[in-house]
């Protein structure tokens, strides 16, 4: 069964750095959504991105968030300076051109410190 | 404002016993609602969709508009069954985006 791949599994870094998560969505979908979820909390919607733009995003997504699919087949999230309170599971996910539902990766656990 | 409500956080129940995951949600439109599960350490799996109306390894979830509720049940839970439960309501269209409950977690115990 295709599945969506995030790399790293497991990211720490310091505070003001700059990350970048990696996905790489299933091959045939269309549209690409990155989530997260603070850890003990509810499951966030941070951005939807489809044709090459984003589609929407939600207040969460603000300057210091970007996101790019640099090629054909990886979609990143870009965090330019961290800060504490960005440590939280990420979570990427892709939809079929049906929109049958979302296929979701297994998540990018970044550690803030 | 769509809202997704989950109001137990944990439900334990011994193997055999029903359960019943309780979810509310709020939305002006024509909602369309899933189910998803997460087992430890894995990845967020989509359990069932009120569209398809099918039953995924024993459980069940109906759509109730007049009560606006999509409660996800099962007649015997299993110690497999143990696991965090997310309802979520998709908004904006098949390719919209999904707002998430807090989420129940279900522990099934011997």
């Known amino acids: 069964e295709p599945e969506v791949t995030q790399t790293p599994s497991h990211q720490v870094t310091q505070m003001g750095q700059e990350v970048i998560l990696r996905c790489v969505p299933i091959s045939n979908h269309l549209y690409f959504y990155w989530y997260r979820q603070i850890l003990g909390q509810k499951v966030e919607f941070l951005v939807s991105f489809y044709n090459n733009e984003i589609s929407e995003k939600s207040e969460i997504f603000d300057d210091q968030f970007s996101v790019e699919r640099p090629d054909g087949s990886n979609f990143t999230l870009k965090i330019r300076s961290t800060k504490l309170e960005d440590s939280a599971m990420y979570f990427c996910?892709?939809?079929?051109?049906?929109?049958?539902?979302?296929?979701f990766g297994s998540g990018t656990r970044l550690t803030v410190v | 404002a769509q809202r997704v409500t989950q109001p137990e956080k944990l439900l334990s129940v011994f193997k055999g016993a029903p359960v019943e995951l309780k979810c509310n949600y709020s939305y002006s439109g024509s909602p369309e609602l899933f189910w998803y599960v997460q087992y430890s350490r894995q990845r967020l799996q989509l359990l069932l969709r009120h569209i398809s109306r099918e039953s995924i390894k024993g459980f069940t979830a109906d759509l109730n508009k007049g009560e606006t509720s999509f409660h996800l049940k099962k007649p015997f839970a299993q110690e497999e069954d143990s696991a965090m439960y997310y309802c979520a309501l998709r908004y904006g269209g098949s390719q919209g985006n999904l707002i998430f409950g807090k989420g129940t977690k279900l522990s099934v115990k011997p």
């Open positions: 996910a892709s939809s079929d051109p049906r929109g049958d539902g979302y296929t």
